[in-house]
């Protein structure tokens, strides 16, 4: 048997399928790989096997300062709402935990059939915002800064003159919130999860709403500011 002939043989079936049989393979055939991006975080709540090796290089959650209209689109609702004096306002950018939203939010989607996103606030100490923006809320946390009455999960409110008063300090953070709302029902003080078909508890008055997962929230920016009918 000739082997030489087998080859032309077997390069003329692949001219007849359209596949070049040399080193260049046809492109049709044998696409190039696509490059993948890979984005760096060093957040502590996020698992060490899915870490790249050269992450601890990188930080964890980037501040941006807002001036202008940017201040100004944050500032406003929150000036206007009570009596107080801003400081200074960032924006907080932690790729980790937006994908880790996005993703939720999808979930929730499909769960749910809807999901909406609102804007809400949670005051603390500002000795607290470092934490939260490189790991977010925990919810594990409830109420030891003021109880749990609607439920132990983390709390935010739409009115930024309610959430000030969970914060004792004359200097305080407010945390401009991105919150996952599918459904809510009122929650009470003993609900360690909101009842099935559910995955937000809030009050009555629906000043107060609770979430009980993580990623259901992302802290978008930070607000340093103080509260001027204390200090008076």
Same mark, same amino acid.
């Given at each position: 048997?000739?082997?030489?002939?087998?080859?032309?043989?077997?390069?003329?079936?692949?001219?007849?399928?359209?596949?070049?049989?040399?080193?260049?393979?046809?492109?049709?055939?044998?696409?190039?790989?696509?490059?993948?991006?890979?984005?760096?975080?060093?957040?502590?709540?996020?698992?060490?096997?899915?870490?790249?090796?050269?992450?601890?290089?990188?930080?964890?959650?980037?501040?941006?300062?807002?001036?202008?209209?940017?201040?100004?689109?944050?500032?406003?609702?929150?000036?206007?709402?009570?009596?107080?004096?801003?400081?200074?306002?960032?924006?907080?950018?932690?790729?980790?935990?937006?994908?880790?939203?996005?993703? *939720?939010?999808? +979930?929730?989607?499909?769960? /749910?059939?809807?999901? &909406?996103?609102?804007?809400? =606030?949670?005051?603390?100490?500002? !000795?607290?915002?470092?934490?939260?923006?490189?790991?977010?809320?925990?919810?594990?946390?409830?109420?030891?800064?003021?109880?749990?009455?609607?439920?132990?999960?983390?709390?935010?409110?739409?009115?930024?003159?309610?959430?000030?008063?969970?914060?004792?300090?004359?200097?305080?953070?407010?945390?401009?919130?991105?919150?996952?709302?599918?459904?809510?029902?009122?929650?009470?003080?003993?609900?360690?999860?909101?009842?099935?078909?559910?995955?937000?508890?809030?009050? *009555?008055?629906? +000043?107060?709403?609770?979430? /009980?997962?993580?990623? &259901?929230?992302?802290?978008? =920016?930070?607000?340093?500011?103080? !509260?001027?009918?204390?200090?008076?």
């Amino acid at each position: 048997m000739s082997y030489s002939r087998g080859v032309e043989d077997l390069d003329n079936a692949f001219k007849r399928m359209g596949i070049s049989a040399s080193n260049k393979y046809n492109k049709n055939y044998f696409p190039k790989s696509k490059p993948v991006l890979i984005y760096y975080n060093k957040s502590e709540n996020k698992p060490s096997w899915v870490r790249h090796p050269h992450e601890e290089e990188e930080d964890s959650f980037i501040w941006k300062e807002l001036t202008g209209r940017k201040f100004e689109k944050i500032a406003g609702p929150i000036s206007n709402d009570y009596d107080i004096s801003i400081s200074e306002i960032y924006k907080n950018t932690n790729k980790y935990l937006e994908r880790q939203y996005k993703l *939720k939010k999808q +979930k929730r989607k499909a769960v /749910f059939g809807f999901c &909406e996103e609102r804007i809400m =606030y949670h005051a603390t100490d500002p !000795d607290n915002v470092d934490e939260i923006c490189s790991n977010n809320f925990n919810w594990r946390l409830s109420g030891q800064s003021r109880g749990h009455k609607y439920g132990y999960g983390v709390s935010f409110t739409p009115e930024p003159s309610f959430s000030h008063q969970f914060c004792k300090e004359i200097e305080k953070a407010l945390v401009v919130t991105k919150v996952l709302i599918c459904k809510s029902q009122i929650g009470s003080k003993d609900m360690i999860l909101p009842s099935k078909g559910f995955d937000t508890t809030r009050s *009555k008055s629906k +000043k107060v709403f609770v979430k /009980f997962e993580d990623s &259901e929230f992302y802290p978008a =920016y930070v607000v340093f500011y103080t !509260d001027d009918s204390e200090s008076e």
